[in-house]
């Protein structure tokens, strides 16, 4: 089975602050997402990445950036993290981008707070 | 743009009910179609999957059938327990600019009560 792990279930951090969200994926998967989660939203794509060093902004990305420096690992990151920014975080990686029928795989989510 | 619509929650039903959770869309190409299912603290999971019209996706006694004609995708299980409470999303893969995107409707949270 495919694992995608988040570094942290739960994260509390101070406006301002830089924040780092870490995901790692097992499978060689090409793609990885980063998306938030928020209540009566779904799941809003922040940043995707299909290969090593390359990264494509979704549909909400300000205040945010991503690095993927192996394929294995992708990161998204907070410059300076603000009060909605409060959010559960979910990582996903899929096998590729040139078929429409691979599902995307997810970790447990980050339920990260901003005081 | 692409867009999926469901049904808004939250559903609750009673042990052994019959589930219906609708999904509809819009593409402009020819799409592939999820259900996943986000269990209480976890991330989201595939469910079941159809990739082409008239395609019928089953898994863990769920079904939902690929309607290109109603552009619809709903989401259906004959006897409910305990254990389906979770919030379902309903998914659509199509092609964009930079390859295939995955676009979630809003999800809709289920309640069984035993």
């Known amino acids: 089975d495919v694992k995608v792990t988040q570094s942290s279930r739960y994260l509390v951090k101070r406006t301002g602050e830089k924040v780092f969200l870490e995901c790692v994926q097992d499978?060689?998967?090409?793609?990885m997402f980063w998306y938030r989660q928020d209540p009566g939203l779904g799941l809003r794509l922040i940043y995707f990445?299909?290969?090593?060093?390359?990264?494509e902004k979704g549909d909400i990305p300000e205040g945010y950036s991503v690095s993927r420096e192996k394929k294995e690992r992708f990161s998204l990151i907070l410059e300076s993290a603000s009060t909605n920014q409060t959010s559960m975080y979910l990582c996903?990686?899929?096998?590729?981008?040139?078929?429409?029928?691979?599902?995307?795989?997810f970790g447990d989510g980050t339920r990260l707070s901003i005081l | 743009g692409d867009s999926v619509t469901q049904m808004e929650g939250p559903v609750t039903l009673s042990e052994e009910a019959f589930l219906t959770i609708n999904c509809t869309y819009t593409?402009?190409?020819?799409?592939?179609l999820f259900w996943y299912v986000q269990y209480p603290g976890e991330g989201l999971q595939l469910l079941l999957k159809?990739?082409?019209?008239?395609d019928k996706g089953s898994n863990k006694g769920f079904e939902a059938t690929y309607r290109k004609e109603t552009t619809s995708f709903h989401l259906e299980k004959g006897s409910v327990q305990v254990s389906d409470s979770a919030v379902y999303f309903c998914?659509?893969?199509?092609?964009?600019?930079?390859?295939?995107?995955?676009?979630f409707g809003a999800g809709t949270r289920l309640f069984v009560k035993a």
């Open positions: 593409a402009t190409g020819y799409p592939s």
């Open positions: 990445s299909y290969d090593v060093k390359m990264k």
């Open positions: 996903a990686s899929s096998f590729s981008v040139t078929s429409s029928n691979q599902p995307q795989h």
């Open positions: 499978m060689d998967h090409e793609n």
């Open positions: 998914a659509l893969s199509d092609l964009g600019t930079g390859g295939f995107k995955t676009i």
């Open positions: 159809a990739t082409k019209a008239d």
